[in-house]
Nanobody
Framework: QVQLVESGGGLVQAGGSLRLSCAAS???????MGWFRQAPGKEREFVAT????????AYADSVKGRSTISRDNAKNTVYLQMNSLKPDDTAVYYC????????????????WGQGTQVIVSS
């Protein structure tokens, strides 16, 4: 069983930065990992994904160039560095794990964390 716990969210001004972390219990080193977000009244949307080795990544157009996903398999932790934050980035951010390789569709992920809130003020 895999458990995921996100941290690092908070309140930040527009233009600021945050680094989200996702600590995994259980053996996730061979899992692809993803970050998703959900704003109030909206569907959960893809943010970024990374394969098991960290050699392949993909980003949503909305965050491309402003965000970096990375992982440290020795620490069973995945990170999402977000820069130049905008009010539109306000959402609950979720970490997820899948054995199906990097995916942008939430349905392919078997394990989910509880989420961490990010609020970007203008």
């Amino acid at each position: 069983q895999v458990q995921l716990v996100e941290s690092g969210g908070g309140l930040v001004q527009a233009g600021g930065s945050l680094r989200l972390s996702c600590a995994a219990s259980g053996r996730t080193s061979r899992y692809a990992m993803g970050w998703f977000r959900q704003a109030p009244g909206k569907e959960r949307e893809f943010v970024a994904t990374i394969n098991w080795s960290g050699g392949r990544t993909a980003y949503a157009d909305s965050v491309k160039g402003r965000s970096t996903i990375s992982r440290d398999n020795a620490k069973n932790t995945v990170y999402l560095q977000m820069n130049s934050l905008k009010p539109d980035d306000t959402a609950v951010y979720y970490c997820a794990a899948t054995d199906a390789g990097p995916q942008i569709v939430p349905g392919f992920y078997q394990y989910w964390g509880q989420g961490t809130q990010v609020i970007v003020s203008s």
